[in-house]
């Protein structure tokens, strides 16, 4: 079992930055993909970003790449969502996930998922 809680959303302006960090817990979950997504209201849950297992790959949804950067602090049990140059079409429900499915980018290859932090970004 795997508990995730997320936090550092906020309401920013178009171009700042904000960092997410999702905390993790349970004694596997270093082992699994640790990926990000977000959802907007009347639109599909989009892959964000996914800090893969143990080899460490990383991987971005072509709306953010670029800008986002995914991180890990295993010390912490942390992982992070750095977001520069923010714009209003970031702006969504960011949630945190863990699984181990192939398919890192669909949603539906997720076990765990926190409850998500709002991030919303004025023009």
């Known amino acids: 079992q795997v508990q995730l809680v997320e936090s550092g959303g906020g309401l920013v302006q178009a171009g700042a930055s904000l960092r997410l960090s999702c905390a993790a817990s349970?004694?596997?979950?270093?082992?699994?993909?640790m990926g990000w997504f977000r959802q907007a209201p009347g639109k599909e849950r989009q892959f964000v970003a996914v800090y893969m297992g143990s080899a460490g790959n990383r991987y971005y949804g072509d709306s953010v790449k670029g800008r986002f950067t995914i991180s890990r602090d295993n010390a912490k049990d942390t992982v992070y969502l750095q977001m520069n140059s923010l714009k209003p079409d970031d702006a969504a429900v960011y949630y945190c996930?863990?699984?181990?499915?192939?398919?890192?980018?669909?949603?539906?290859?997720?076990?765990?998922w926190g409850q998500g932090t709002q991030v919303t970004v004025s023009s």
């Open positions: 996930a863990c699984g181990a499915g192939d398919r890192y980018d669909y949603w539906g290859q997720y076990d765990y």
């Open positions: 349970g004694r596997t979950w270093r082992t699994l993909n």
